[in-house]
Structure formats: structure tokens, C-alpha cells
């Protein structure tokens, strides 16, 4: 091979090194400024849930209380009945809402990120718009 034939070899895989360089700093600007983002919805998205647990769990333990002895009254029911008939609701609903629970947790990417990704792959199979 000729010494200029050496030369655009190089300066290729000098290109496509810088390509892929640039490609992977912008993923990785766009991923800090995506985790900056949720990092601060999460924390406070996970404050407020907590409070709500919080007053959740004795409301539902007022509740509770109250179902028990409703139940006692009106059916004549022992504790352990009530309290068995009362658990079994609480594990369904609490299938439940893991089950919608995990389904709205997950979250889409940001538009930056699907743009980015988009461009990227274009760029690199060399499809144009």
C-alpha cells in the first residue's frame, strides 16, 4: 500500500472514532440531565408518598377496627372469623394495587433521549432523512 492510501485509512478511523466520541458524549449529557431530573421527582414524589402511607395505614386501621366490629354485630361472627374474612379482602386488594402499581411505575423516556438515539442509529447505519 502507498503511504497516501495509509494516510485515508487512518483518517477514516479517525472519523468515525470522532463520530462515535461525540455520539457517546451526547448520550451521556442527556443521561445526567435525565437522572438530574427524576432524582429530584423521585425524592419528592417519594416524601409525599410516604406521608400518604403514613395516614393511609391509620385510617386503614380505624377502618379496620370498625369493619371488625360492624361485622361482629351484624353477622355474629366470632374475631377470627372477621378477621379472616377481613384479610382475605386486604390480600386482594393488595394484589391489586401491586399489580397497577407496577404497571404506572413505568416511566417513557424523555423526548431528548428518544432523539438522540434516533440520530445516533441513523448516523451510524448512514440513513439520511
Known sequence: MSDSQDS?????????????????????????????????????GGIFLAIGGILMLFALLAFHIIT??????????????????????????AGISFRLGGYLTKGPYLPETLEGLSKSTKAVFGKTQ
Do not use: Y
Open 68 to 93: 371488625i366490629l360492624w361485622m361482629q354485630n351484624t353477622f355474629n361472627l366470632n374475631i377470627g372469623n372477621s378477621l379472616l374474612i377481613l384479610s382475605l379482602m386486604d390480600i386482594t386488594f
Open 8 to 44: 485515508r485509512g487512518i483518517g477514516a478511523a479517525a472519523r468515525v472514532s470522532a463520530l462515535a466520541s461525540s455520539i457517546m458524549d451526547l448520550h451521556v449529557r442527556i443521561a445526567l440531565k435525565e437522572v438530574s431530573r427524576e432524582r429530584r421527582r423521585l425524592i419528592s
